[in-house]
């Protein structure tokens, strides 16, 4: 099957640090979505971008949808405490490229330090 | 604006009993989709259903696993037999259309003893 790969892993950061994460794959997607993942609940959706190039922001967060569609970042300036959890990348492949559903990276723990 | 609401939350089954997995979707949404999460795992596509129909189940096990979203009531995922390697929290997500962002319930949190 499809996969991503998500990088890193882990972050331990300060506060007030920017933090950045990547997804990037073999296939093309046509839609890359960010989510954020707190213990207990569901995948709460960030940014949603839907063309090659597309860069996004949503308040503190910044992502875009990179030229060759295989690939996808995400920015989060001037962290703050309750940006700690676990964000997850997640791509649409084009319609009969695949699942219809989503397939998502493996998740980057965000950490941060007082 | 309810959200996606999955029910029970948690749930409970010995080796060989049932598990039936429930999801409304979000008012307006007649796009539902159901993903498996195993511990420090990324969701895993299962089975996306329109009403009364299953569009894509190439994520779903071959046997035991069934799925259905009829067209009064909620989405279903029902596990028969279950085994230990069963577990896992279970999660469903809708959206208004298929390329369009799927929001998520907060899951079943399945464990088999």
């Known amino acids: 099957g499809q996969q991503l790969n998500q990088s890193p892993q882990s972050m331990f950061i300060q506060e007030g640090e920017d933090v950045s994460m990547n997804c990037t794959s073999s296939?093309?997607?046509?839609?890359w979505l960010w989510y954020k993942q707190d213990p207990g609940e569901g995948p709460v959706l960030l940014i949603a971008?839907?063309?090659?190039?597309e860069l996004t922001s949503n308040g503190r967060l910044t992502a875009q949808f990179g030229i060759t569609r295989k690939d996808s970042f995400l920015n989060i300036s001037a962290s703050i405490p309750s940006d700690v959890g676990i964000y997850f990348c997640?791509?649409?492949?084009?319609?009969?490229?695949?699942?219809?559903?989503?397939?998502f990276g493996k998740g980057t723990h965000l950490i941060i330090q007082p | 604006n309810a959200g996606v609401m999955q029910n029970p939350r948690h749930l409970v089954r010995r080796r060989g009993q049932e598990a039936r997995l429930r999801c409304s979707p979000m008012?307006?949404?007649?796009?539902v989709y159901w993903y498996r999460q195993l511990p420090e795992e990324g969701l895993k596509f299962m089975v996306y259903?329109?009403?009364?129909?299953?569009?894509?189940e190439s994520g779903m096990p071959k046997e035991r696993f069934s799925a259905e979203f009829p067209k009064e009531g909620p989405s279903i995922l029902r596990i028969q037999q279950v085994v230990r390697g069963d577990s896992a929290a279970y999660f469903c997500?809708?959206?208004?259309?298929?390329?369009?962002?799927?929001?998520f319930g907060d899951g079943t949190r399945l464990s088999i003893l």
């Open positions: 997500a809708s959206s208004p259309g298929q390329t369009q962002p799927q929001h």
């Open positions: 971008l839907y063309k090659a190039g």
């Open positions: 997640a791509g649409l492949l084009p319609s009969g490229g695949g699942a219809d559903g989503l397939t």
């Open positions: 008012k307006g949404h007649s796009h």
């Open positions: 296939s093309i997607f046509n839609t």
């Open positions: 259903l329109q009403k009364e129909n299953i569009i894509d």
